[in-house]
Structures are given as structure tokens and as C-alpha cells.
């Protein structure tokens, strides 16, 4: 198993492990679906988000497979480099075996030597118990804050 960070949805056609486009598309919508049912994602969208120099979006790959997912997504404001970790998903018949704690350290790791000083940000629902569990075990402090949302 290893962590690759995806620049474009062909790039790891041909690299090892071997995986095709239309397998690692799959297997990423499948991981949004698993993620939040409620999700409308396209292969548009995931290329979009694959392609974009501000957007990392990395992915753990096993036997051809994509079984996790999680983005690191950065915004250069005026007060300070800011950045939100976003769906983060693990395939459900892998879950338990520490491949999302794997996933969070790459990130932390990447954010600690590509982009520090920064800070970093994540959202999750209290229904995903072990989720929040994790990222506070990885340091993570919650915050008390409103969030708000609006879709134009």
C-alpha cells in the first residue's frame, strides 16, 4: 500500500501499482458516496479538483485499488496561508486498519514541509465518532466557532 498525490486523473496509468482511469474514478466515487450519500460528485468535479495547484488531493492505493482518500485544499489569504483538510474517506472494508490516521500524517507531514508556516483546518460531522477521535488524537483542538454555509 502507499499514499500518491493525484495531479491529474491519468496520472498513475502505467506507474505501479498499475491502475486505470476509470478504476481510480470509480473507486473515488465510491469513496465520496461512502463519505456523505447526499454528494452529487462527477468525474468532472474530481478532475477539477485533481488538476487544480491549490487543491492536493492524495489517495491510498492498494492491489489497483483507490481505498482512501483525503485533500488538502490551500487559500492564500491577506492575514495568512490557510488551509482545510477535506474528504477524508476510507473504504468501509478497510476501515480499522489505520489507513486514515496514515492518510492525516501524510497531510500533516506534506503541510509541515511544503507550506509552514500554515494553518490547518477540518470540519467534521459528531456522527463520525471515530473520525473526531482521530484527528484529536493527531493534535487537532476543537474550535468554537459558527460555521456557515450558503450555496450560490
Known sequence: MEILEIHSLDALAGESPRI???VMVADLLGLMEELDSTLAVTPTMLRAA???PD???FVAVEDGH???TASLCVMHCPSE???RIEDVAVASSYRGR???RWLMEHILEFARREL???ELNLTSRPARVAANQLYRSLGFL???TNVYKMKV
Do not use: M, R, W
Request: no cysteine; glycine share 12%.
Open 55 to 57: 487543491t492536493h488531493l
Open 50 to 52: 485533481a488538476e487544480n
Open 20 to 22: 486505470s482511469t476509470e
Open 66 to 68: 483507490v481505498i482512501g
Open 81 to 83: 496561508t490557510k488551509a
Open 98 to 100: 489505520g489507513i486514515g
Open 116 to 118: 509552514a508556516p500554515v
Open 142 to 144: 476543537p474550535y468554537k
